[in-house]
């Protein structure tokens, strides 16, 4: 079996999907590839997707109670890699403009009287971020 030169996955990460962001990267990252469906649709389908699914949250920076800011995010029970919904975990879809400054992790959004914690944010280069929640203990 042939080996590959050590250095062949430095010399080649470039031939990765276009399209793929990893966690690791950032909105930084996802800001130097536009996938054209989500930049597209997202703005169009925004106002569906809120009719649908949107919920009123309270959305803090970071614990703090006094930053508070009620928004409206698109709320997807469980997470991708969670086998039952709803589970310990869920997504929001949250437009940026909403917030003083883009979500981070560790932020805390609190829906229904539970509380839950912004464990990781994937920007999205059309204003809008996914942020996987965990519900607080």
Not at 40 to 63: C, E, N, T
Request: hydrophobic share 40%; proline share 7%.
């Amino acid at each position: 079996m042939r080996s590959l030169p050590r250095n062949w996955r430095a010399a080649n990460l470039r031939r990765a999907s276009p399209g793929a962001v990893s966690p690791a990267a950032g909105t930084r990252a996802a800001a130097a590839y536009i996938n054209p469906f989500i930049s597209q649709m997202i703005p169009i389908l925004w106002s569906p997707l809120v009719w649908q699914f949107g919920r009123s949250v309270d959305y803090w920076l970071g614990k703090d109670s006094s930053t508070s800011t009620t928004i409206t995010v698109v709320w997807v029970e469980g997470a991708e890699d969670e086998p039952v919904s709803p589970g310990r975990y869920s997504r929001i879809k949250i437009m940026d403009s909403d917030l003083p400054r883009l979500p981070q992790a560790g932020d805390t959004v609190m829906k229904d009287g539970i509380e839950y914690e912004v464990v990781r944010v994937d920007g999205w280069a059309t204003g809008t971020s996914q942020a996987i929640l965990q519900e607080a203990d």
